[in-house]
């Protein structure tokens, strides 16, 4: 979930630079050089960046020595904590609330999918209606004149249009053009040309994964903000390729289509985010008309470096992530001591190539010290201070009617390296035959150097 958290961030940090360039800068900069920044802003929605964090860690660790990196204590406490202990998995409270988190966002994607679903089973059958119609040869040489003058060697699709319907084009792999007007008109030219302009960008792509992104963030009002934007920066941009380099003439007719185009236009049966279309709502063709009027000079160079310099610039969200701390530890710890790992609020990072000494130090000076003399590796301590050993099961006196005593236990451990490790729990003795029942862990402690 927090991948997730990470790549809503980005998307939103690249969806707020894009919506306030548009609203200062939308006089300087054409719609193409927004519609470029916009997909970038998808594509941060839709790629785990947090993936990246170990490589950019690698880059300034080879422009910044590793024994510059400072010994730290990691705080656990809004951080997946995650034990795996003797086949079982112990997780803290905030990973559970993360389980429980994805549940809710789980049911959100099903509720905006099954709503997908019906406007595409609408398209399928749009579809099927044109499945089985020919092009004729004036609509294929038509058509062939303008694809090969965009470049564009995919198998296109060109059919008339019924009275019902408007220009638009659906489908990915083989696009399907449906033209609302006659293929020997002036109009027919230039909507034919505002679809195949669409089909070379991919655009019907493009505004699926803008879909992608609003179904896996559907409770950020920014990637709505983007959906809504991305349309327009699409349709405006692909407006100013059509008229690229054309007289003030054929702008005013290309607007007057435009017009008229969305004045004959009924009411949408789908979404955009289905296919491209000619027209749209009032607003959107205000705005589409004022950008073909400025007709701003696009320069490609100066788009894709101001557009690198900024996904760079918001791709260092990665730091943000917060990886969750897995461990494995060994067989014969209990559950009690595994629960107590995951319930810990604090670990101990240290950066390779640190000195061990000054870890050691550091280690000391934060571990509290049990204040209890060790006369047994495993001992029993009354509430009165008196120190007993914990006697193995095989020394116990069977048949005893036990009279138990309340006080702690400890099991001092010897490791590898000359250190050892404490563990303290509650306990009762039996005060005749020495058997001792062992409750509830109430510490651990691991001391790099044993001072017992």
């Known amino acids: ?32 050089s927004f519609d470029l920044l916009a997909r970038v802003a998808i594509l941060y929605y839709l790629i785990p960046l947090p993936c990246l964090k170990k490589h950019y860690i690698a880059v300034i660790r080879v422009l910044r020595p590793e024994g510059s990196l400072e010994i730290s204590r990691v705080p656990l406490t809004w951080r997946n904590h995650i034990v795996h202990a003797e086949g079982t998995m112990h997780v803290n409270i905030f990973a559970a609330i993360q389980t429980a988190a994805i549940i809710v966002w789980l049911l959100g994607i099903c509720l905006l999918l099954a709503g997908q679903v019906a406007e595409y089973l609408y398209l399928a059958r749009l579809a099927v209606k044109y499945a089985n119609r020919i092009m004729t040869s004036e609509q ?35 696009p399907v053009i449906v033209c609302s007007r006659k293929m020997t008109s002036r109009e027919a030219e230039l909507l034919v040309r505002h ?55 054929e702008v005013k007719e290309y607007l007057r289509l435009m017009v008229d185009e969305a004045r004959e236009k009924k009411t949408e049966t789908v979404s955009l985010r289905w296919k491209s279309g000619f027209g749209g709502e009032a607003q959107k063709i205000k705005e589409g008309m004022e950008n073909l009027l400025k007709m701003r000079k696009w320069n490609r160079v100066a788009a894709i470096t101001l557009v690198a310099a900024l996904t760079f610039a918001n791709s260092m969200t990665v730091f943000a992530y917060r990886g969750g701390l897995e461990r494995e530890i060994a067989e014969e710890t209990s559950t009690e001591e595994a629960d107590e790992m995951v319930e810990s609020d604090t670990f101990l990072f240290v950066p390779e190539g640190t000195d061990e000494e000054a870890v050691e130090d550091l280690k000391q000076a934060e571990m509290p010290e049990i204040v209890q003399e ?15 050993p914990i006697a193995e099961d095989d020394e116990i006196e069977p048949y005893c009617n036990h009279t138990f005593v309340s ?10 390296g000359g250190g050892c490790k404490i563990i303290e729990f509650k306990a009762q003795r039996c005060s005749k035959c020495g058997y ?15 001072p017992h």
């Open 1 to 32: 979930m927090e991948y997730l958290l990470v790549m809503s961030l980005s998307g939103s940090t690249m969806t707020g630079i894009h919506l306030l360039l548009r609203r200062l800068l939308k006089d300087k900069i054409c719609a193409r």
């Open 140 to 174: 294929k040489t038509f058509l062939d004149a303008w694809k090969k003058q965009y470049r564009i060697r995919r198998r296109v699709f060109l059919y008339e249009a019924t009275a019902e319907e408007g220009t638009m084009t659906f489908g990915f792999l083989y």
């Open 195 to 249: 679809e195949l302009v669409h089909i070379k960008r991919m655009d019907a792509m493009w505004k699926l994964f803008m879909q992608a992104a609003v179904m896996l963030h559907w409770c950020n009002p920014m990637v709505w903000m983007l959906y809504r934007d991305f349309e327009q920066v699409c349709e405006c941009s692909c407006d100013e390729i059509v008229m690229r380099d054309k007289s003030k003439e």
């Open 374 to 388: 060790f006369m047994y590796d495993r001992q029993f301590v009354d509430e009165e201070g008196n120190i007993y």
């Open 407 to 416: 006080g702690t236990g400890y099991d001092h451990i010897k490791q590898s």
């Open 436 to 450: 001792v029942i062992q409750g509830e862990t109430i510490c651990t402690l691991t001391y790099v150097n044993c």
